[in-house]
């Protein structure tokens, strides 16, 4: 994606670490801007030392929505306009679906539907009167499959992922494009005890989520995906005038999603004819406009 005003800008959700973190510093490697936030602004430290004033760290937690606009008056001030919006902030969390509260579920809404919502929101006139932008939803591969022990995280990024899908062909008329990335494990701190969120446990369900569990905390450090790699494949995909809505990132991404489309594919057309019979009978198809 080119910039019609000079060098590009980009206000990334959650750069302090992981993914975030590998796309913030491929944008300041290119020369670019980046309006990076944390929710403690001090681990911005060595970027900042390393690319000055490109570099604008600013401390906000995803989970304040009516802090997002103020964000991206302070990216406008400080660099003109904003090129790249990316919602990555978040965090993984385990349990099951009994023993996860109310407060633990919206949480995981909070910070994967109704963060990147508000910053959507701020950023959206902008790129809407430049006619130009794009808009990069850090999702998933738990954003179209889920298992046990994930469904409040794969409930917020079900939730971000079916929003997105809507808010791409809303704003496609104005020259923003939407890409909904979905990962699978990659080599950041996603795993680790101080950021993967565990409730507590009911030992009822120890031998069905017992080695999910385990599993999980097991792959931090070994991850198979190369944060770096995912960054450029992103950026590359914002240079690709055909690029598609979503994009898997890892192999493991691509072999999981391949086997839940086909096997969600295959229970359509297997269980197509009672599906069609709780139509009136002789209906036309619907016209519908979409």
Same mark, same amino acid.
């Given at each position: 994606?080119?910039?019609?005003?000079?060098?590009?800008?980009?206000?990334?959700?959650?750069?302090?670490?992981?993914?975030?973190?590998?796309?913030?510093?491929?944008?300041?490697?290119? @020369?670019?801007?980046?309006?990076?936030?944390?929710?403690?602004?001090?681990?911005?430290?060595? *970027?900042?030392?390393? %690319?000055? /004033?490109?570099? *604008?760290?600013?401390?906000?937690?995803?989970?304040?929505? /009516?802090?997002?606009?103020?964000?991206? #008056?302070?990216?406008?001030? $400080?660099?003109?306009?904003?090129?790249?919006?990316?919602?990555?902030?978040?965090?993984?969390?385990?349990?099951?679906?009994?023993?996860?509260?109310?407060?633990?579920?919206? /949480?995981?809404?909070?910070?994967?539907? +109704? @963060?990147?919502?508000?910053?959507? #929101?701020? &950023?959206?006139?902008?790129?809407?009167?430049?006619?130009?932008?794009?808009?990069?939803?850090?999702?998933?591969?738990?954003?179209?499959?889920?298992?046990?022990? &994930?469904?409040?995280?794969?409930?917020?990024?079900?939730?971000?992922?079916?929003?997105?899908?809507? *808010?791409?062909?809303?704003?496609?008329?104005?020259?923003? #494009?939407?890409?909904?990335?979905?990962?699978?494990?990659?080599?950041?701190?996603?795993?680790?005890?101080?950021?993967?969120?565990?409730?507590?446990?009911?030992?009822?369900?120890?031998?069905?989520?017992?080695?999910?569990?385990?599993?999980? $905390?097991?792959?931090?450090?070994?991850?198979?995906?190369?944060?770096?790699?995912? $960054?450029?494949?992103? #950026?590359?995909?914002?240079?690709?005038?055909?690029?598609?809505?979503?994009?898997?990132?890892?192999?493991?991404?691509?072999?999981?999603?391949?086997?839940? %489309?086909?096997?969600?594919?295959?229970?359509?057309?297997?269980?197509? %004819? &009672?599906?069609?019979?709780?139509?009136?009978? @002789?209906?036309?198809?619907?016209?519908?406009? +979409?």
């Amino acid at each position: 994606m080119t910039t019609t005003n000079g060098t590009k800008t980009w206000i990334i959700t959650g750069a302090s670490s992981g993914l975030g973190l590998a796309l913030a510093e491929a944008a300041l490697a290119a @020369g670019e801007q980046v309006v990076g936030t944390a929710r403690r602004a001090g681990r911005f430290d060595a *970027l900042r030392a390393q %690319y000055g /004033d490109r570099l *604008l760290p600013v401390e906000h937690d995803v989970r304040d929505t /009516d802090a997002a606009a103020a964000v991206v #008056r302070r990216a406008l001030d $400080a660099f003109g306009h904003v090129d790249v919006l990316v919602n990555n902030a978040g965090a993984g969390q385990v349990g099951a679906a009994e023993e996860v509260t109310d407060a633990h579920l919206r /949480d995981m809404l909070e910070q994967h539907l +109704f @963060g990147p919502a508000a910053y959507v #929101r701020a &950023v959206l006139p902008h790129m809407r009167a430049r006619r130009s932008g794009a808009i990069v939803q850090m999702s998933s591969q738990g954003g179209r499959m889920s298992f046990p022990a &994930v469904g409040s995280y794969s409930a917020g990024k079900f939730a971000l992922e079916g929003w997105s899908e809507a *808010l791409a062909g809303e704003v496609a008329p104005f020259g923003v #494009r939407v890409l909904i990335a979905e990962p699978s494990r990659f080599r950041t701190a996603f795993n680790s005890a101080e950021v993967l969120n565990t409730v507590d446990q009911h030992p009822i369900y120890d031998e069905v989520l017992g080695a999910v569990r385990a599993n999980m $905390a097991e792959a931090d450090g070994i991850q198979e995906g190369d944060p770096a790699r995912a $960054a450029s494949a992103i #950026r590359d995909m914002l240079d690709t005038p055909d690029a598609p809505l979503r994009l898997p990132l890892g192999a493991e991404a691509v072999r999981n999603l391949t086997r839940s %489309y086909r096997n969600a594919l295959s229970d359509v057309e297997k269980w197509a %004819y &009672v599906s069609q019979t709780a139509d009136f009978p @002789g209906m036309p198809p619907a016209l519908r406009a +979409f």
